[in-house]
């Protein structure tokens, strides 16, 4: 079945940077594209970016570019999410989904990945 | 950015009534709208894209309608597993966008 696996849970202190991935399986890689979206606790979903992983083309959330950088891995499936210059702002619960082939909404998701930023 | 307001932000309803949770886009997004729904400490769900497809898997209580800027997400005899918060998102154009939810939650 079509899954997407998420890296663990982190804890970063403000300044870092963090490095979320999404190792993807039961369908091609190529073929789709791949979202990000995070959620503040309590709050609701927050669109990141996407990326084509057939050609590494991206799109970012203009309050993000320049913090935010999109790669995939076709050799092992996998989408990367890295966002640097981390505040308290950032913590949340960042998702990873995939895109139906030039359709932008996203079916599955993964488990999510909790970052907490704290001093 | 088109934005997406959902209401209302809370519904109460008892299991077997019908709920009805509505969904605005600031400009026209077509019918390129999806409804999720998700659940306390899970992920989000894919219900409907297109403004009216259910997803695959999807009850069909669930049903989906509205082009342009209104649109709806009706469920038409809740559940006790359909209690949850409900996101409606337009992919008409970038940057994508949410709506801020609507939590069902039962009276």
């Known amino acids: 079945q079509v899954q997407l696996v998420q890296s663990g849970a982190e804890v970063k202190k403000p300044g870092a940077s963090v490095k979320v991935s999404c190792k993807a399986s039961g369908y091609t890689f190529i073929s789709y594209g791949i979202t990000w979206v995070r959620q503040a606790p309590g709050q609701g979903l927050e669109w990141m970016g996407w990326i084509s992983a057939y050609n590494g083309d991206t799109n970012y959330a203009q309050k993000l570019q320049g913090r935010v950088t999109m790669t995939t891995d076709t050799s092992t499936s996998t989408a990367y999410m890295e966002l640097r210059s981390l505040t308290s702002d950032d913590t949340a619960v960042y998702y990873c989904a995939r895109d139906s082939s030039g359709w932008y909404w996203f079916d599955p998701w993964g488990q999510g990945t909790l970052v907490t930023v704290s001093s | 950015e088109i934005v997406m307001t959902q209401s209302p932000a809370t519904l109460s309803v008892s299991p077997g009534e019908r709920a009805t949770l509505s969904c605005r886009a600031s400009?026209?997004?077509?019918?390129?709208l999806a409804w999720y729904q998700q659940k306390p400490g899970q992920a989000p769900r894919l219900l409907i894209c297109?403004?009216?497809t259910r997803a695959t898997g999807i009850p069909a209580r669930f049903s989906g309608s509205g082009s342009g800027t209104e649109f709806t997400l009706t469920i038409s005899s809740l559940q006790s597993e359909d209690f949850a918060v409900y996101y409606c998102q337009q992919y008409n154009n970038w940057p994508l966008t949410f709506g801020g939810g609507t939590k069902v939650e039962i009276k």
């Open positions: 297109g403004a009216s």
């Open positions: 400009q026209s997004v077509s019918s390129n």
